[in-house]
């Protein structure tokens, strides 16, 4: 049986299934039972959305550093080209 990722299933301010499925379990309890556990399920189901929006934020920042990087060394390999011509000619010039 494969594993599906439920980090990518679902936008970062969606809660997994696994944590619906806690809610509506925790909503068809008593009413003393859940108010006695309600509040634990918040607290989960506002850790999980803050987590999922700073996985979002740090997946963007990751996307955007290796663009950066390609940008970069395109830069630096244009650099070395132009440095490595401007030699060839410094050197024809002095000949």
């Not at 925790?26 to 850790?47: F, S, T």
């Amino acid at each position: 049986m494969s594993e599906v990722s439920r980090i990518g299933t679902v936008g970062p301010d969606q809660l997994p299934a696994d944590v619906e499925r806690l809610m509506a379990a925790v909503d068809g309890l008593p009413d003393q039972q859940r108010q006695a556990i309600a509040p634990v399920v918040c607290g989960v189901m506002e850790a999980t959305r803050r987590r999922r929006r700073i996985l979002a934020l740090v997946q963007e920042a990751l996307s955007q550093l290796r663009l950066d990087m390609k940008y970069l060394l395109f830069d630096l390999e244009a650099t070395r080209r132009e440095r490595d011509q401007y030699r060839g000619q410094l050197e024809e010039d002095t000949l």
